[in-house]
């Protein structure tokens, strides 16, 4: 995403969240003439991610935007921005690519063999930017198998277990940010498995883990568990403490 007009705006290297910094000096980019087409473009990936200050830094240029500077903000949900965030903004809902697509591109762009571009497809639940991720830096699958290995050993686990894994994750926000993405995303699998849904699922490669846990569970502790982790993730986003957030959402996971 290289052009003279183009800003776009994300989580730096060794960082957590979208700072402060950075949307100051987004909005001094923005304020400058166009340099090769009628517009500047700020585009801000994974706002969510923004420090409340950072998202409060952007609320002027929001309501009053320069006459030649288009914003545009990507986010999981409207709700886990600010609502003076949100209120300023048109929203447009994005679906997923399909992963026969997304499968497809891998497979022209990248020359991946189809095998590989299906799997790949489907663990990154069709974002191609995932997809890639996992080819090319395959430590980062690697870190995705051990988050699921130690999932199922969490609902095994008792609640001192818990808590121990919880002392660790409190001292990487990233890792708290990755479980919450990985697991969630099996629960999901979870979900359609029992509601005999025709979608495809995630993490085919887990099946022995879904269906284990399909035998043990009904419905609604399906739903209950996929909210508890839309919880948590929006209680980071706003701030809340990692430990005890970590600590709540281990100790609602069932135990088998």
């Not at 952007?58 to 320069?66: I, N, V």
């Not at 299906?118 to 995705?144: C, M, N, V």
């Amino acid at each position: 995403m290289q052009h003279p007009d183009l800003f776009p705006i994300t989580i730096e290297e060794n960082s957590s969240r979208i700072k402060i910094d950075q949307i100051r000096e987004l909005v001094r980019d923005l304020s400058l003439t166009p340099y090769e087409i009628p517009r500047r473009f700020g585009l801000l990936i994974n706002f969510e991610s923004a420090t409340i200050q950072a998202q409060n830094s952007l609320l002027k240029t929001l309501e009053e935007p320069p006459g030649k500077a288009i914003l545009i903000l990507t986010a999981v949900s409207s709700e886990s921005l600010l609502e003076t965030i949100t209120s300023r903004c048109e929203e447009i809902k994005l679906h997923p690519i399909p992963i026969s697509t997304t499968s497809k591109g891998l497979q022209k762009y990248y020359n991946i063999p189809q095998d590989e571009a299906d799997f790949l497809a489907h663990i990154s639940a069709g974002k191609p930017e995932l997809a890639l991720q996992y080819h090319q830096d395959p430590s980062t699958l690697e870190h995705r198998d051990t988050l699921l290995n130690e999932h199922y050993q969490i609902l095994t686990s008792n609640s001192v277990r818990r808590f121990s894994y919880a002392s660790k994750v409190e001292k990487d926000p990233l890792l708290a940010h990755d479980i919450i993405n990985i697991w969630s995303g099996l629960w999901h699998d979870v979900l359609l498995k029992i509601g005999q849904s025709t979608a495809p699922l995630q993490n085919i490669d887990q099946s022995d883990q879904i269906n284990q846990i399909v035998d043990q569970i009904d419905l609604q502790i399906a739903k209950d568990t996929i909210n508890n982790f839309r919880r948590a993730h929006l209680l980071l986003l706003n701030n809340a403490n990692l430990k005890l957030t970590v600590e709540d959402l281990l100790l609602q996971l069932p135990q088998f």
